[in-house]
């Protein structure tokens, strides 16, 4: 998921129209990758000062916490999920695609805009 | 029965991803060839590397690399100079990794996001071409293959 979130941010910093952005967005995320039924993968997302840097494990203070299976999660980052189906749809351990804890509502709003890759005409 | 990733192999892939349509729907705008790179574990005890040419929904050659043959890989945006095997992807995993994909145990995609197989290169471009990457998969297991147990 590392080199995902990294591509993304790095194609999104190359295009000006998302440069404002991504130089002002900040936040502390924890993204839990629910691999199997009873087991999450915990990785952080660190947004400050136009950095940004995904590392392993949880926070422990952080503005939002997110779960969703890193497939889904994917799906999502390339455009093919949009947010209303992350939040409706269950995913294969019969849970929401993605769930939250805290809240940083701006900022969960926001999230899509950094994550989600720009639609494309080929 | 033909071994994996021989170049006998490798000439039947050619044919398997030509002749499937799903694929040539969903890559219609994919240029970019790949290295495969088969990484030894059990019975296999040297690294396989396997070029692919893929250009707009279809391949265009599938060769196993000699020993001591290599590949360039491209920087992003940078073109090619007709030299063989310059790529902009690879796609590498242990033979047992690539075994449960082409058995359509564990999906190409999925073993990308839990670590068990890593792409190098352009991963915007990769991930707007997941359906792609399925089908290539899709196009592999049309293939009666021998593997290195």
């Given at each position: 998921m590392k080199a995902v979130i990294d591509g993304i941010i790095a194609e999104k910093r190359d295009n000006p129209k998302h440069t404002k952005r991504i130089e002002s967005f900040e936040g502390r995320f924890n993204i839990g990758l629910h691999v199997e039924e009873d087991e999450i993968m915990w990785i952080n997302l660190i947004a400050n000062n136009g950095e940004y840097t995904v590392s392993r494990d949880a926070l422990d203070e952080y503005d939002l916490e997110l779960i969703a299976d890193p497939e889904d999660l994917m799906f999502f980052c390339n455009g093919q999920y949009s947010v209303t189906h992350m939040m409706m749809k269950k995913n294969r351990f019969g849970k929401r695609k993605l769930r939250f804890k805290g809240r940083a509502y701006g900022k969960l709003l926001a999230l899509p805009k950094i994550l989600v890759l720009d639609k494309v005409e080929h | 029965m033909v071994k994996f990733a021989s170049q006998e192999w490798a000439e039947l892939y050619i044919d398997a991803v030509n002749s499937n349509e799903d694929y040539a729907k969903a890559a219609d705008w994919w240029t970019g060839d790949f290295i495969f790179q088969i990484d030894p574990h059990g019975g296999l005890e040297k690294q396989i590397l396997m070029w692919v040419g893929l250009h707009k929904g279809k391949c265009t050659g599938c060769v196993r690399l000699k020993e001591g043959e290599t590949y360039k890989m491209l920087e992003k945006g940078e073109t090619p100079?007709?030299?063989?095997?310059?790529?902009?992807?690879v796609y590498a995993a242990r033979i047992d990794v690539w075994q449960q994909i082409l058995k359509k145990e564990l999906d190409p995609i999925r073993a990308l996001l839990s670590g068990q197989a890593k792409v190098t290169g352009d991963m915007p471009k990769v991930l707007r071409a997941t359906e792609a990457a399925k089908q290539l998969v899709v196009s592999a297991t049309t293939i009666d293959t021998e593997f290195y147990e």
């Open positions: - | 100079t007709g030299e063989p095997f310059e790529v902009e992807f």
